[in-house]
């Protein structure tokens, strides 16, 4: 097979723990993200949307997620609300611990806990859950939720981003995030703030996968909204092309869309390479062997074993 020289020298491969461990523990909660934390992986994957009253909170569905959120009496939401219209008060009164049993959602995680008193983070929180029991070598994979296809949030890309930066200087916080959204509109927003921070460009090209959202179409072709000022023609549909010329470090790709010539040509670019979100085990060896730089897992103790197995490791030598 081809090798990939990079990780054949070192033998480490990044977890990051999706949402947390979405597996097993409520989804982009501060007991998810602690669990990580606890069993040594060192870089919390975790979604952000600016609430109404411009709080950043940890949260994936652009509207409260019906299959795992339950109001002050317990009972499951029935209704839309969309989380950029909300505040941040509105949003925490909501209990996030657990799925809705008989919930599609709730079959492909038969494992997850079920826990109540949970309530959605704000990425402050989620910085100061790192400062307070971290040692200060530990990574936030921000994925920015932004509806590429929708205005009332291509409307918000440039304060979005500022307000972001800001946050994150506040913090002290720079050298510890990495940056990621599937609108590279966005990206190229933060790239112009914060080109010293660790950045991702996110892609799906096979549509209509679970938490896909991205219609027929996945989000790279000529004239997506989703690739910025991108031209997918002068690059001939290349990808790692097209994220190498908008200044972006790292490439974050849907584990089933990447095959060996795709990461070569990333890896000849300087380009990292992250495959998300990657729970099966027969998935995850595929992309050991494939020779990707870091695994997105809803099961990062799972991808722990699997890379010890194999011969790799998650973290550098000085941090283990």
């Keep these: 097979m081809t090798e990939n020289l990079q990780n054949d020298a070192r033998r480490v491969i990044e977890i990051h723990g999706h949402r947390g461990a979405r597996g097993i523990l409520p989804e982009n909660t501060l007991e998810g993200f602690a669990y990580v934390?606890?069993?040594?992986?060192k870089i919390l994957e975790l979604d952000i949307q600016l609430s109404s009253d411009d709080v950043f909170m940890a949260t994936h569905d652009l509207t409260l997620a019906k299959h795992g959120t339950r109001d002050e009496q317990g009972v499951w939401?029935?209704?839309?609300?969309?989380?950029?219209?909300?505040?941040?008060?509105?949003?925490?009164?909501?209990?996030?611990g657990g799925l809705k049993a008989g919930s599609e959602y709730a079959s492909r995680f038969p494992d997850q806990a079920f826990m109540s008193d949970v309530t959605i983070p704000s990425l402050e929180e989620v910085i100061n859950l790192l400062k307070d029991v971290g040692v200060g070598d530990e990574i936030l994979n921000i994925e920015i939720k932004s509806e590429a296809s929708l205005s009332r949030h291509q409307d918000r890309v440039k304060d979005v981003a500022q307000k972001l930066v800001k946050l994150i200087k506040d913090h002290d916080f720079e050298d510890q995030v990495l940056l990621q959204s599937f609108d590279w509109a966005l990206m190229e927003e933060l790239t112009k703030l914060a080109p010293h921070v660790q950045r991702a460009c996110l892609t799906l090209q096979k549509p209509d996968i679970p938490d896909g959202g991205k219609g027929i179409k996945g989000t790279i072709y000529d004239g997506s909204p989703w690739i910025g000022s991108s031209d997918y023609i002068a690059a001939n549909g290349c990808i790692p092309t097209m994220i190498a010329k908008a200044g972006i470090p790292i490439w974050g790709s849907f584990f089933k869309d990447l095959d060996q010539g795709q990461l070569n040509k990333a890896h000849s670019l300087g380009l990292k390479v992250n495959a998300w979100t990657v729970n099966e085990t027969e998935d995850i060896l595929a992309m050991i062997k494939l020779g990707v730089d870091g695994i997105i897992s809803d099961y990062p103790s799972r991808v722990q074993r699997l890379l010890l197995e194999q011969g790799y490791h998650w973290l550098p030598e000085d941090q283990r």
Excluded: A, F, M, P
Aim: hydrophobic share 35%; no cysteine.
């Design 37 to 41: 934390l606890g069993i040594g992986v």
């Design 77 to 96: 939401l029935d209704d839309d609300h969309e989380v950029i219209s909300l505040t941040q008060e509105h949003i925490k009164r909501y209990d996030v």
